[in-house]
Antibody
């Protein structure tokens, strides 16, 4: 069974940085396109970023220039480097596989941006 | 900017049928938008029900089906069960690696 485990969440002050990781197992990671999706407390799902197997990336306008998505196929790991964090970035961040649409979801990592 | 619309809430009786839709404020949804549907209960990660318009994920009961109805993507639950009471989200892509979620639909089964 596909497993995706996010880590790296926590409490950070506005303007700070945090790096999330998503470790994949029980499937072949390298060919898969991957995404980050977030959910603010009590709110809906919001797409954040996408990376293809060749490293091509896209970002939501709200995080463009502040967040960087990357992958290490040798380590089966997806990452999200988050800089210049704002209070509105608070939420649970999910990594998600993509194959003509979203498939498998991790359990999520909680990021809290607060002073 | 792409904006995806969903009904905020729906109510269905046990055993009944309900169709939740996913539209665009500008234009029609087609199979080229690769629409998907997800179920989420509070405190849990989303679960993929449907991808690529009508492909049911492994383990998803066949009472869940996806389609294009008119100019919208649609999720139909036939023979609703109390366990289906949940939030449902749709997503679609306008292309270029970008995805946009709808605001979610709260389904009540009673």
């Amino acid at each position: 069974e596909v497993q995706l485990v996010e880590s790296g969440g926590g409490l950070v002050q506005p303007g700070g940085s945090l790096r999330l990781s998503c470790t994949a197992s029980e499937f072949t990671f390298s060919p898969h396109w991957m995404n980050w999706v977030r959910q603010a407390p009590g709110k809906g799902l919001v797409w954040v970023s996408h990376i293809r197997n060749d490293g091509t990336t896209t970002y939501a306008d709200s995080v463009k220039g502040r967040f960087t998505i990357s992958r290490d196929n040798a380590k089966n790991t997806l990452s999200l480097q988050m800089n210049s964090l704002r209070e509105e970035d608070t939420g649970i961040y999910f990594c998600v596989t993509e194959n003509f649409g979203f498939q498998y979801w991790g359990q999520g990592a909680l990021v809290t941006v607060s002073s | 900017q792409t904006v995806v619309t969903q009904e905020p809430s729906f109510s269905v009786s046990p055993g009944g049928t309900v169709t939740i839709t996913c539209g665009l404020t500008s234009g029609s949804v087609s199979t080229s938008h690769f629409s998907g549907w997800f179920q989420q209960t509070p405190g849990q990660a989303p679960r993929t029900l449907i991808s690529n318009t009508n492909i049911r994920s492994s383990g998803v009961p066949d009472r869940f089906s996806g389609s294009i109805l008119g100019n919208k993507a649609a999720l139909t639950i036939t023979g609703a069960q109390t366990d289906d009471e949940s939030y449902y989200y749709c997503v679609l892509t306008p292309g270029g690696g970008i995805w946009v979620f709808g605001g979610g639909t709260k389904l009540t089964v009673l």
